[in-house]
């Protein structure tokens, strides 16, 4: 069964220093990966999706994913009090339609 | 618009009640899915079907059924509702390429 883990389980960054999230996961069948975004009490609201190795952009968040290495990584640049939220990786399970998730990243940035 | 929608919102029951969860997409997507999420767990996967009439079980199914009615409407279900199933429950579709949540179903069992 196919397992994603994220780390760290939380992370305090300053205001305006780079924020770098990790995803692991347990085989290099996945198709696709996605990092979402959750505020306390809210939805989930879609940051990257990354659908090969290398680096996608979407404004000041920056996924990495390398199969090879069973990794994926987002990167926030100049992060905000208002990125402080709960981060989700997600991704397809190769060769099914199942959608798991790893348990999050809490991150609060400080002002 | 791409949309996914629940109902209800917010569900109050009691120990041993029946409980159905409502969600519809107008996506045309054909995979489904049905979530709940608790502090410090992410999103579980309870149960998930690629078409109406297809059911298949997810990681936590315990305690629930799914039935796909029609390519749009997924429902879930309490059939004895236990204090264990106080959680926020997320519905999904997907196609290959995009995935589109709900805005979720908050349900207590008191």
């Known amino acids: 069964q196919q397992k994603v883990q994220q780390s760290p389980e939380s992370l305090t960054v300053s205001e305006g220093a780079m924020a770098s999230l990790n995803c692991t996961f347990s085989?290099?069948?996945?198709?696709?990966f996605r990092w979402y975004r959750q505020h306390s009490g809210k939805g989930l609201e879609v940051l990257v999706s990354?659908?090969?190795?290398g680096e996608k952009e979407e404004g000041r968040f920056t996924a990495h994913l390398n199969r090879a290495s069973l990794h994926v990584s987002l990167h926030i640049r100049e992060p905000q009090p208002s990125d402080s939220a709960v981060y989700l990786c997600?991704?397809?399970?190769?060769?099914?339609?199942?959608?798991?998730f790893g348990e999050g990243t809490k991150l609060t940035v400080s002002s | 618009e791409a949309a996914v929608t629940q109902s209800p919102r917010n569900k109050v029951t009691v120990t041993g009640g029946n409980v159905t969860l409502s969600c519809r997409q107008t996506n045309s997507h054909n995979y489904m899915y049905w979530y709940r999420q608790d502090t410090g767990h992410g999103l579980r996967l309870i149960h998930y079907?690629?078409?109406?009439?297809?059911?298949q079980i997810g990681d936590v199914p315990d305690g629930y059924k799914a039935t796909r009615t029609t390519q749009e409407d997924f429902f879930l279900l309490l059939e004895l509702a236990s204090p264990s199933q106080t959680s926020l429950y997320f519905c999904a579709s997907s196609d290959p390429t995009e995935v589109f949540f709900g805005k979720g179903t908050r349900l207590t069992v008191v």
């Open positions: 997600a991704m397809h399970q190769g060769g099914s339609a199942k959608l798991i």
């Open positions: 085989d290099g069948t996945s198709d696709n």
């Open positions: 079907s690629y078409g109406a009439g297809n059911l």
């Open positions: 990354i659908f090969s190795d």
